[in-house]
């Protein structure tokens, strides 16, 4: 079943996609049936571009330096985050680290004290990760805790298909604005 984005109380029903200007479809590429997706999408609102977007690791950040996604490779990693959708995070995650020692899902916008933070660090301690991995949200929570090891969180990109610059122009378009050259 299609729900409208961000799903919950207030939300347009589907039958409003007909006036939008652009629909961009995020998380295209984790969906289940893309083509009945495709096909609900295009008979709700046929004269709508769409974009599909997906999010992509980019970069490790951290407190001093910011490494390719890359470096994961050869690291043994604990991850946590309280998000949403943990086990899309954890696949990405997995599928990038050289080894994923632990993985700790927390609740969705959780607070951080004292205790839950030293448990994060006698877990890693444990499981004796190379490093943490967390998500930017979860990170400026706990920015300054001294975890005994590199603490990064993982920088996202979003890829856009058909592409970012397709999408520019449009919406420059729409709003009647020239692209200024350099």
């Known amino acids: 079943m299609l729900k409208p984005f961000p799903y919950g109380l207030l939300r347009e029903p589907l039958a409003a996609l007909g006036r939008a200007d652009v629909l961009i479809i995020t998380r295209f590429n ?3 049936d893309r083509s009945m997706l495709r096909r609900e999408l295009n008979r709700l609102a046929p004269d709508v571009p769409q974009y599909r977007a997906q999010f992509v ?3 490790l950040v951290g407190e001093e330096q910011r490494l390719p996604i890359k470096y994961l ?3 043994s990693v604990f991850l946590f ?3 949403g959708n943990f086990r899309s995070l954890l696949r990405q995650v997995d599928s990038v680290a050289g080894d994923l020692d632990h993985a700790l899902e927390l609740s969705d916008h959780q607070r951080y004290d ?3 933070l030293e448990r994060i660090k006698r877990l890693a301690d444990t499981y004796d990760s190379d490093m943490i ?3 930017g949200k979860d ?3 706990i920015r300054g805790f001294d975890f005994g090891r590199e603490c990064y969180y993982l920088g996202l990109a979003v890829d ?3 592409g970012e610059e397709r999408l520019v122009e449009f919406i420059m378009a729409r709003l009647g604005l020239e692209e200024q050259e350099s």
Do not use: Q, Y
């Open 30 to 32: 984790l969906s289940g």
């Open 73 to 75: 490779e050869d690291k």
């Open 114 to 116: 004292t205790p839950l």
């Open 57 to 59: 690791l980019a970069e």
């Open 160 to 162: 856009l298909d058909p």
């Open 139 to 141: 990170w400026v929570k």
């Open 133 to 135: 991995v967390t998500t």
């Open 81 to 83: 985050a309280g998000i």
